[in-house]
């Protein structure tokens, strides 16, 4: 509706993966287990015209060791089986590779100033707060210094905190007024997020997801529901004899009720 009504054009679709998100919608997830976790939020990047301002440059992700060994040890040119013709360019050392359009950012703010400020001063801290590199990744890679970041829905003011550090001009909006002077901790705090700016080693800052087929071992272990899980079953403290599933550097005990 936003392409076709509004005029918008969709430059690209971004997925921001938490990895820290506990499983839910519990009632599908964990209790009736029919459904896996959602993990992911989908982020839309929508611009004025075809060719809005932006550099993949300013967001690098560090190579992995499998680029490095590929960069030490050189790479043969040549067509792949998946049509992809790589050139000699691709050996080529950009000290950086290109960023994924999924972002990996885990959410795990539980003290932070923000909400002690809004605690000591008895205000209703935004329930749905995201993490500031979340944005941050936007701001760099789309606005120059003091260009102009508008957030007509701030809820915690997260852009404006990220806009403020980077030298942008900035507005933020809400309906919620304790949501507003809840905000101004984040402006108020003397300690700024450094990331991983001071690190070196860089090989820390991968998080890691299991193939799907990670513990694909024997047959399966249950029989599916035949209603589909639409009927609630009734948790049972005795657990049926707990099933082994082995992989290589890898072993998990499930236990099934």
Not at 40 to 58: D, G, K, V, Y
Not at 169 to 185: F, N, P, R, T
Request: charged share 25%; with cysteine; glycine share 6%.
């Amino acid at each position: 509706m936003l392409c076709r009504e509004v005029g918008f054009h969709l430059a690209q679709e971004f997925f921001w993966w938490n990895p820290s998100k506990l499983p839910t919608p519990a009632e599908w997830v964990t209790v009736r287990r029919i459904r896996v976790k959602d993990a992911i939020n989908c982020i839309w990047w929508l611009s004025r015209t075809p060719w809005p301002r932006a550099s993949n440059r300013r967001v690098p992700s560090p190579y992995s060791k499998a680029m490095k060994d590929l960069l030490k040890n050189g790479y043969s040119a040549k067509l792949r089986p998946s049509g992809h013709d790589i050139s000699k360019q691709f050996s080529i050392d950009n000290g950086a590779s290109i960023p994924p359009n999924l972002i990996a950012i885990p959410n795990t703010e539980s003290n932070s100033y923000y909400l002690r400020y809004c605690k000591e001063h008895k205000l209703n801290a935004h329930p749905a707060r995201f993490p500031s590199e979340l944005p941050e990744f936007f701001v760099r890679m789309l606005t120059d210094i003091g260009d102009f970041v508008l957030d007509p829905f701030a809820g915690s003011c997260v852009t404006g905190e990220v806009a403020e550090r980077l030298k942008r001009k900035w507005l933020c909006i809400d309906l919620v007024e304790d949501y507003l002077k809840g905000s101004l901790a984040r402006f108020k705090r003397v300690e700024i997020p450094s990331y991983f700016q001071n690190r070196k080693d860089t090989e820390g800052n991968f998080y890691k997801i299991y193939h799907p087929a990670a513990l694909w071992n024997g047959t399966d272990p249950e029989s599916l529901p035949v209603d589909g899980g639409k009927k609630r079953q009734r948790t049972v403290n005795k657990l049926k004899k707990p099933i082994q599933y082995t992989t290589k550097g890898l072993q998990q005990q499930i236990e099934w009720s």
